[in-house]
C-alpha cells in the first residue's frame, strides 16, 4: 500500500456529494474499513445502499491522491446511467466499453491514466485484455491505482444463480496487484456460495459484512394460481394502477404474450427477454428506467443492475429457481424505501416443472441435489402459513419476529389436517406401481382419487383400485395443495417427460402416520380490498400522493416537469437528476433559499448548484 495520506472524512462526502444526512446501517463501518485500504466482502440486500460503500471511499481516496477506483460491473448497458449519476452529483467518473468508437475510449483511457477520474467502470472481460492490464500496471507504479470495486461478486460463483465465466478471471486482479485493497459487493449469497465469493476472489483477508436482508417497506404475498393471468391484472389493477413494476415469466413466450394480453387490458407493458432484437430490448429498458409506470414483463434476464427506486412492484406468474432468486428479483421494488409489494402465483404445475428442469439439466448428481434442496426452500416458503419474512431472513441465518407486512401475517390463513389425504395420495401412487408397474401423473392421480370416469381410468382399470374415490370429499384444488406437499417436502418424486410419480424413502413415514400435515385452506380468488393495507411505511404512488397537501401536491407536479425536461436534454432517467422521494420532500417543506433547500435529503453541493435557482423559481412558481 502507499504511503498513508490524510483522508477526507467519509460522511462529509456523503452529506456534501450526495446531500444525504447519515449512513445507514454497516455503510460506516465498510467505508470507513475500505476508505483506510481493507479489503471488504459486503453482502447487502438489493436497494440497501451498496453503490454508496465503494463511491464514497472512491471518492476519498481520490482527494487525498490515491488516483482511479476500478469498478468491475457485469452490465455494460446500465454504465451510461451509473456514469451519468455520479456526473450529476459533481464526481469525475467514466466507463469503458465495447459500445464506445475508439476517439471516445482514448479520451477516456487519457483521464484515468492522468489519474483524474474518480471512478472507471469496467465490464469483466476488459480485465483480461493486455491493453487494459498495461495501463493498469503504468497507474499503479505511478501510485494512482487506488481500489477495485467489484459489483454482483455473487456472478463469481458457479453456486450462485448467476455465474459468469468472465469473472473468474478477477482472481487476477489480486494476483497483479496485491497491495491494491479490494471491496466485493453482493446482494445474494447464501453459505456455499459466500465460501465461494471468498476462494475464487481470494479474499480471505477481507472482512466481511453482512447487513440485514430486511426489506421492510416490501410486503410479501403468495397467491395460489387459479387463473393466472386474471390474478395479476387484478393485483395491478386494484393496487398499482399506473404505476412501475416488473413481472417475471420463466419463457420468452409467455413473457411476450404476457405483455400483448396486459396492453390489450389497458396496462402499458413491455416486453423483455434474451431473445429479442437487443435494439428493440434496449429501447423497452430504457422507457421502462424513463418513462413514468411501465411494467415490464420479462424473463430474468431483466433486471440485475437496475437502479430504478420508485418500482411499487414485482410479480412472479412462475416459481423462481430458489429463494436467492426470489429474494434479488423482488427486492428490485421500494428501492426508495416506499410500500412496494412483491406478488407472486404458484401451483402444482411450478413444483412439477422446476423438479424436472434440474433433473433433466445436464450438471453432476452433486450439483443437482445442491439444487433441489434449494428449490425445496422456496417450496417451503410458498406453502408456508406463517410469516414469510420470518422464513426469508432465516434463510438467510437471521432471526426476526413475525413481520406484520405479508400475507399471512396480515391475514393468517385457516389451516386443514391433510395427513389422512397425503396417506391417500401416496397409497394410491402405491396401488398404481402394484397394478402394472406403471407410472402416472398428478392429473390422472386426482382422478382416480376423487373417482372421475375418465377414458384412461377405464383403459387401466382404475375404477377396481382400493383407492378409487376414497377422496371424492376433497375439492381438486385441494388434492392439488396436497400434491404439491408431498413433492414440496420430497415424499413424492416426479419423473420424466410426463412428470410421473413415485415414492421416495421418506414416504413410509406419512404412510405409518408418524408425520403431521397441515396445509393451508384453499383461499377463494377474492381479491383483499385496499383498506387492509396497514402495513409498515406510509404509500406514495407516483400518480398522487395522499401524503401531500393539494398545493404541495402541485409543487410536486411542476417539479417532476421540470425535471422531466432537464432529464431529456442530459439523456438521462429522470430519477439520477432527482428522485421522487427528494422531489415531494422538497414539494412538502416549500424552501425559499438556497439555504432551505441545501437541508433536503438528496440535494448535494452540485446539484444545488446546478438546479437551485431554478428550483426555487419552479417552487415560487405556484
Ligand atoms: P443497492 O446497490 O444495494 O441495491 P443502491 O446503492 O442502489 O442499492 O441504493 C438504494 C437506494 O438507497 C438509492 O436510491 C440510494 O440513493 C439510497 N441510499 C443509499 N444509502 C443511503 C443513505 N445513507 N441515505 C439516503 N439514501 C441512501
Ligand atoms: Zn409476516
Not at 467502470?121 to 507504479?141: D, G, I, K, V, W
Not at 496487484?177 to 449469497?189: K, Q, Y
Not at 420479462?298 to 427506486?309: E, H, L, N, R, S
Not at 380490498?529 to 401531500?548: E, F, I, V
Amino acid at each position: 500500500m502507499s504511503p498513508p495520506k490524510h483522508h477526507p472524512v467519509p460522511i462529509h462526502i456523503l452529506q456534501e456529494v450526495f446531500g444525504y444526512s447519515a449512513f445507514r446501517g454497516q455503510q460506516a463501518a465498510i467505508v470507513e474499513h475500505v476508505t483506510d485500504g481493507g479489503d471488504a466482502l459486503v453482502l447487502m440486500p438489493t436497494g440497501g445502499g451498496k453503490s454508496l460503500c465503494y463511491q464514497v471511499p472512491a471518492i476519498a481516496r481520490q482527494r487525498a491522491g490515491h488516483g482511479v477506483t476500478v469498478v468491475v460491473s457485469p452490465l455494460i448497458a446500465l454504465m451510461h446511467d451509473q456514469v451519468g449519476a455520479l456526473e450529476e452529483a459533481g464526481v469525475h467518473a467514466a466507463f469503458l466499453n465495447s459500445t464506445q468508437s475508439l476517439e471516445e475510449a482514448q479520451a477516456i483511457e487519457r483521464e484515468m491514466l492522468a489519474g483524474r477520474l474518480s471512478l472507471l467502470y469496467a465490464a469483466p472481460e476488459r480485465l483480461n485484455t493486455p491493453r487494459f492490464l498495461a495501463q493498469l500496471t503504468s497507474l499503479h507504479e505511478r501510485g494512482l491505482l487506488s481500489l477495485f470495486a467489484i459489483d454482483e461478486a455473487h456472478c463469481v460463483s458457479q453456486w450462485g444463480h448467476d455465474f459468469r465465466s468472465e469473472y473468474l478471471s478477477l482472481s487476477l486482479l489480486h494476483e497483479r496487484f496485491p497491495d491494491v485493497p479490494r471491496i466485493a459487493l453482493t446482494a445474494t449469497a447464501d453459505d456455499i456460495t459466500r465460501a465461494d465469493i471468498i476462494d475464487r476472489l481470494q479474499l480471505h483477508e477481507a472482512r466481511v459484512f453482512i447487513d440485514s436482508f430486511d426489506r421492510p417497506n416490501i410486503r410479501y404475498l403468495i397467491v395460489e394460481k387459479d387463473k393466472p393471468r386474471e390474478q395479476l391484472l387484478r393485483f395491478i389493477q386494484d393496487d398499482h394502477d399506473g404505476e412501475a413494476g416488473v413481472v417475471y415469466c420463466q419463457s420468452r413466450k409467455k413473457v411476450e404474450e404476457t405483455a400483448e394480453w396486459l396492453r390489450a387490458e389497458g396496462i402499458s407493458a413491455l416486453a423483455y427477454h434474451a431473445g429479442m432484437d437487443s435494439d428493440v430490448r434496449m429501447r423497452h429498458q430504457d422507457r421502462f428506467l424513463r418513462e413514468d409506470g411501465i411494467v415490464m414483463v420479462a424473463t430474468v434476464a431483466f433486471g440485475m443492475g437496475i437502479d430504478k427506486p420508485d418500482v411499487r412492484f414485482v410479480a412472479h406468474l412462475d416459481l423462481p429457481k430458489n429463494i436467492e432468486g426470489y429474494y434479488q428479483e423482488t427486492g428490485r421494488a421500494g428501492r426508495d424505501g416506499e410500500a412496494a409489494e412483491a406478488w407472486m402465483a404458484y401451483g402444482l404445475a411450478d413444483v412439477v416443472n422446476q423438479r424436472r428442469m434440474i433433473d433433466e439439466s445436464p450438471s453432476t448428481e452433486e450439483f443437482k441435489q445442491v439444487q433441489r434442496g434449494k428449490l425445496d426452500a422456496l417450496l417451503a416458503l410458498a406453502e408456508a402459513t406463517d410469516c414469510r419474512r420470518q422464513r426469508l431472513l432465516a434463510y438467510f441465518g437471521e432471526d426476526s419476529e413475525p413481520c406484520g407486512n405479508c400475507d399471512n401475517c396480515l391475514n393468517p390463513p385457516a389451516t386443514w389436517d391433510a395427513t389422512e389425504a397425503a396417506r391417500m395420495a401416496l397409497s394410491c401412487i402405491y396401488r398404481f406401481r402394484q397394478n402394472g408397474g406403471q407410472r402416472f401423473g398428478a392429473g390422472h392421480l386426482i382422478d382416480v382419487l376423487r373417482g372421475k370416469d375418465t377414458e384412461k381410468v377405464r383403459q387401466y382399470g382404475h375404477q377396481h383400485l382400493s383407492t378409487w374415490a376414497i377422496g371424492a370429499h376433497l375439492s381438486e384444488q385441494q388434492w392439488r395443495a396436497v400434491l404439491r406437499q408431498l413433492i414440496a417436502l420430497g415424499h413424492v418424486v416426479t419423473e420424466g417427460e410426463f412428470s410421473t410419480l413415485s415414492l421416495n424413502e421418506s414416504a413410509r413415514g406419512v404412510l405409518k402416520g408418524e408425520v403431521e400435515l397441515l396445509l393451508r385452506q384453499p383461499t377463494a380468488p377474492a381479491r383483499k380490498g385496499k383498506t387492509s393495507r396497514s402495513g409498515t411505511g406510509s404509500r406514495r404512488t407516483a400518480l398522487a400522493d395522499p401524503d401531500l397537501a393539494p398545493d404541495a401536491q402541485q409543487r410536486f407536479e411542476s417539479l417532476k416537469a421540470w425535471r422531466a425536461e432537464v432529464a431529456r436534454e442530459h439523456g438521462l432517467p429522470a430519477y439520477v437528476i432527482f428522485q421522487n422521494v427528494t422531489l415531494a420532500e422538497m414539494a412538502r417543506q416549500h424552501p425559499r433559499t438556497l439555504d432551505e433547500l441545501s437541508g433536503i435529503s438528496g440535494v448535494g453541493a452540485k446539484k444545488l448548484e446546478a438546479y437551485g435557482e431554478d428550483l426555487l423559481r419552479v417552487l415560487d412558481a405556484r
